[in-house]
């Protein structure tokens, strides 16, 4: 019987679009003894690679290095190098428009790639996050130009993504992976990889049944995280806080999952997984309710973040307000501001007038509303001459004792303040505090 380590010999996998998603698992993939190539496009992404650098706070330099030097992972922008390689895995962006409706781009693209190399016993799998039918009804028709057989000549499936940056309690590969096959015969091509790779396989009935696990799950995220900031805001008007009340109904056994509220959603997924679901329920003439709620309430949480601040200030408005945002991340401790609603606040704040600064370990520098922004260095003199101190993201390098003792005013939007003492005074985010 051939042995696992002689098939993954044979196996040569091609893991295309090298971002949050595609380096982790393309690194993941060579450690366990695979030979992969990575495709991307963008020249600066490859060049680095090539030179053992990391853009990605997931995967370090040395890691890099590492697998170069045995030569079990290479990178690349040439997509001939697909004809050398028995599975391919695709790992694009999947962005939402302005309209909010899917923008599939980047998958029709690949999917053009791929089929004009495509040979005969290749498995394609798609990990993108996306709506339900994209890999049936977007995805299949482009590789079936080629001339092969689904099913017979080469094999295709869906297993999206579980890629949680900065997540360090759970390796890639222990993460369960869902994975739906376009045909039975694809569904046990897949099975038969992602069982070599992952500690768990979760196979499901359709590629349509995969695609909407994923969909659920950040929807799930979306709708609770936008409830408990509406809550948030509620909690003010109430006089009660929040974070009390969730911790206590925390204590209960069953029954009550706690989320925590903040600025807003933020990152590659949750912000944007709920409005492919919405586009297609609006296709069929339907639509979630609870995704639109949850969309009106993570914008109003952003505008409410501001207008309290002001409401904070008292007499001093914000066109004369100099205001520091500790952290522009959508998340602690990982260097990543897609779709962070950190940014909209700082636009906000800047129409109102405000002098707004900011300070992040992880990026030295943004840009929003077209104004270039550099973090700033917090000294304690720096700090006593802001009107008030919003802190947005609790990095575990959060200085927490130079603000509370040097800032006059502190908003606190993540309740790391709690218990805390010092010269400032503080308001929680939802505690229900009236200065």
């Known amino acids: ?68 030097d045995t030569g079990r992972f290479q990178s690349t922008g040439d997509f001939d190098k697909l004809q050398e390689v028995n599975s391919i895995i695709i790992c694009v962006p999947t962005p939402i428009t302005v309209q909010k409706t899917p923008d599939l781009t980047y ?31 977007v995805l299949l028709p482009i590789l079936e130009k080629s001339g092969l057989t689904v099913g017979e000549d080469f094999f295709l499936a869906n297993s999206p993504e579980r890629i949680d940056p900065g997540n360090e309690r759970y390796r890639v590969d222990e993460i369960p992976k869902v994975l739906g096959g376009t045909t039975e015969n694809c569904l046990e091509r897949a099975l038969s990889l992602y069982s070599q790779i992952y500690k768990q396989v979760v196979p499901v009935s359709s590629t ?3 695609e909407l696990t994923k969909l659920l799950e950040n929807t799930f995220r979306f709708v609770n995280i936008s409830f408990i900031n509406e809550m948030a805001i509620l909690c003010d008007q109430l006089k009660v806080n929040i974070w009390e009340v969730v911790a206590a109904a925390s204590s ?23 409005f492919y679901l919405q586009w297609k329920l609006q296709e069929m003439k339907t639509s979630s309710h609870f995704i639109s709620v949850s969309d009106f309430i993570n914008t109003r949480i952003i505008q409410y973040i501001v207008s309290r601040t002001e409401e904070l200030l008292k007499t ?5 307000a100099k205001v520091l945002l500790y952290g522009v991340t959508y998340k602690k401790d990982v260097a990543d501001i897609r779709d962070a609603p950190n940014l909209q606040i700082i636009e906000q704040l800047m129409e109102k007038g405000a002098a707004v600064y900011y300070h992040d370990p992880y990026i030295p520098s943004i840009k929003v509303a077209n104004k270039d922004f550099s973090s700033i260095e917090l000294t304690d003199e720096l700090i006593s001459k802001m009107d008030c101190v919003i802190i947005l993201t609790d990095h575990s390098v959060l200085p927490l ?30 505690d229900g505090t009236v200065l």
Do not use: W
């Open 1 to 68: 019987m051939e042995s696992h380590n002689s098939q993954k010999e044979r196996d040569k996998i091609a893991v295309i679009g090298l971002g949050y998603v595609g380096l982790p698992l393309a690194v993941m993939l060579a450690e366990k003894g695979f030979r992969v190539i990575g495709i991307d496009r963008d020249a600066n992404k490859v060049t680095m690679l090539q030179q053992a650098r990391s853009y990605i706070g997931d995967v370090s330099d040395s890691t890099l290095k590492a697998l170069a």
């Open 107 to 137: 998958i029709i693209s690949v999917g053009n790639d791929i089929q004009t190399r495509l040979h005969k016993g290749q498995l394609v799998i798609l990990e993108s996050s996306t709506y339900p039918g994209t890999t049936t009804d």
């Open 208 to 210: 349509e049944a995969a």
């Open 252 to 274: 209960k056994p069953y029954g009550f999952t706690p989320f925590y509220p903040g600025p807003g959603i933020g990152g590659h997924c949750i912000p944007v997984d709920p």
């Open 316 to 320: 001093k408005p914000l066109s004369t």
């Open 401 to 430: 004792e130079q603000l509370l003792q040097q800032a006059p005013l502190v908003f606190d939007t993540r309740n790391v303040t709690l218990g805390k003492q010092g010269n400032a005074t503080v308001v929680r985010l939802g």
